[in-house]
């Protein structure tokens, strides 16, 4: 069972669970998040039911659990989630809404981000992603800017209003990273470093959990409680393609994944076309599936100039693709009851 204190809830109102619970026998386990704090417990179910603990002050609300991961389960919170980014405007992600994420994998310089930004917005992307820390198979590879990186999205983000989603990949570097972005990225190769995803689920900034090239999704969803553990519930799910034997693309883009989600778990799942397939002329068709399968959104590696890209450049779009996706952004998402989150974005 899991006990949600409410934001304002005090240290006494929290002593005050743990000691009803004690009472009985039981063990209370708690975790404090900088918005709110959970307490886990453990011991006879049907004694705790006989607490009345939701009586109690700040208690805000009480889970009997049976899936593994207890916070971002469907089972106890039926209606699914929408997640607000952003500080002044607030670009929605979530079921009535479709999200378009844009911008260069690895930001390079002020300018090429710039442009690349301003692509994002011409075809219709409401937030920003781009690189500044870049975890690279190769140790020889670019591997980002860093702060400076960072300081070129924000510069970027007053610019052109849109908020930036940006990959942090160690724990020491999250609250420098959380300081400069509006939503924290945890990458693919760090869905399983649990100290980094309780660090940014410390962070108090929403976070964009992408999938293990190798997890299943119940791997995935316990790598977002731990998250949430931390009293932070705006998680974002991304699929982005797993590992199989098929080499034709650099992954095989699980579409069957985002339904399977969606009916477990109350998170937005979105989408990353061009991480799973590595090739622009399959970004498109790959993002039109998605929306087909309901996704709250897509994430795309977009580039003003893919051939002198440092990171990643066959899978941005340019031109001729970008024209063809933001065609498809605008008419099929629309054609199965969802609106573009510019729609519903709010100021903070």
Not at 124 to 135: E, H, Q, S
Not at 189 to 214: D, Q, S
Not at 284 to 310: F, K, Q, T, Y
Request: charged residues 20%; aromatic residues 4%.
């Amino acid at each position: 069972m899991v006990v949600v204190m409410s934001p304002d809830a005090t240290d006494e109102d929290v002593a005050a669970v743990v000691a009803r619970v004690e009472a009985v026998g039981g063990e209370a386990n708690v975790s404090k998040g900088v918005t709110r704090t959970i307490i886990g417990l453990v011991g006879d179910i049907e004694s705790f039911h006989h607490l009345n603990l939701r009586t109690l002050r700040g208690v805000a609300d009480v889970h009997r659990i049976s899936d593994p991961y207890k916070l971002v389960s469907r089972q106890h919170h039926p209606d699914r989630s929408t997640v607000w980014v952003g500080t002044g405007r607030q670009v929605p992600i979530g079921p009535d809404t479709f999200t378009l994420i844009a911008g260069p994998c690895a930001v390079e310089t002020p300018s090429q981000t710039l442009d690349a930004a301003q692509m994002a917005v011409a075809a219709g992307a409401t937030l920003l992603r781009g690189g500044a820390f870049k975890p690279r198979t190769s140790p020889y590879a670019f591997q980002g800017l860093g702060v400076r990186g960072l300081e070129i999205l924000a510069d970027v983000r007053e610019a052109t209003g849109l908020p930036v989603v940006t990959e942090v990949v160690d724990s020491r570097d999250v609250a420098v990273v959380a300081e400069h972005a509006d939503m924290l990225q945890v990458g693919t190769r760090n869905m399983a470093n649990f100290g980094l995803l309780e660090a940014v689920g410390a962070a108090g900034k929403p976070v964009l959990l992408k999938r293990g090239m190798t997890a299943t999704i119940e791997e995935w969803l316990m790598a977002a409680e731990y998250i949430a553990r931390r009293g932070n519930l705006d998680v974002v799910l991304c699929e982005r393609g797993i590992r199989t034997f098929e080499p034709s693309t650099r992954n095989t883009l699980d579409i069957s994944a985002i339904p399977v989600v969606q009916a477990t778990s109350h998170l937005p799942v979105i989408v990353d076309p061009s991480h799973a397939a590595g090739r622009k002329d399959l970004v498109v068709p790959l993002a039109r599936a998605a929306m087909g399968v309901g996704a709250d959104g897509v994430i795309v590696d977009v580039h003003p100039d893919p051939e002198s890209a440092l990171c990643d450049g066959p899978q941005a779009l340019l031109g001729s693709e970008l024209r063809e996706l933001a065609s498809a952004v605008r008419r099929l998402p629309a054609a199965l009851g969802r609106v573009d989150a510019s729609e519903r974005a709010r100021e903070g």
